[in-house]
């Protein structure tokens, strides 16, 4: 995919859908960053059931701390790994409160130093709570970049750099979320829609379902 074609691309993404955000269910900084805690290895709406559980009533540090591990532990056994999940936020909420004032950290070191936040975690959190021009690659982005022809990579850390050094820098800030919605609902793993596809006719994919 050229320069060209890589801005046509995002164009058509930004006409499509003007302001693109998680789908994660979250009414603060914190809130997100419990959620993509807990997203690793699941689904938004897993994520979101669970956390319409606890939330509302425990949506803070100090909150669920107070909700304990076990407690914690019900709300979110629906999902993946929820035993060392529960163990990493109730870390993480002590770490807040005891270094940050409650407040959820707004540099890649502070947040990838607490229990379960990774590179992607954090690259989440930084684009979505602070407007940095970050990308997370999962499953799908990874999937569409090298599907499409936009950003091939062998590893997640070869998308990422790839993307940062091609998508166009005005659309930087919005471009992680409009490629997890194109591959989550459009460009799909087993069958892509490509007869639904946007941007069918700039894909380099060769066996396009048209």
């Not at 997100?32 to 994520?47: N, P, R, Y």
């Amino acid at each position: 995919m050229n320069a060209e074609q890589r801005q046509e691309m995002f164009a058509r993404f930004q006409a499509a859908n003007p302001h693109p955000t998680t789908e994660l269910e979250y009414d603060s900084d914190f809130q997100l960053l419990i959620a993509v805690i807990l997203s690793a290895q699941s689904t938004d709406v897993a994520v979101n059931l669970a956390t319409r559980k606890f939330f509302p009533r425990y949506g803070t540090p100090q909150g669920i701390l107070e909700l304990g591990e076990e407690g914690l532990r019900e709300c979110i056994k629906t999902i993946g790994l929820y035993r060392n999940k529960a163990k990493h936020v109730i870390r993480t909420c002590e770490i807040l409160l005891a270094e940050h004032d409650g407040q959820v950290p707004n540099t890649r070191q502070a947040l990838e130093a607490l229990p379960g936040v990774g590179r992607k975690t954090a690259n989440v959190v930084l684009n979505t709570a602070f407007g940095l021009p970050t990308i997370a690659v999962d499953t799908h982005i990874f999937r569409v970049s090298n599907r499409t022809g936009l950003a091939p990579g062998k590893n997640v850390n070869q998308v990422e750099k790839k993307l940062l050094e091609v998508i166009p820098e005005p659309y930087l800030k919005d471009a992680h979320h409009w490629l997890i919605l194109h591959g989550r609902y459009i460009c799909v793993a087993r069958s892509p829609k490509c007869k639904e596809c946007g941007i069918a006719d700039l894909c380099q994919f060769p066996d396009k379902n048209l």
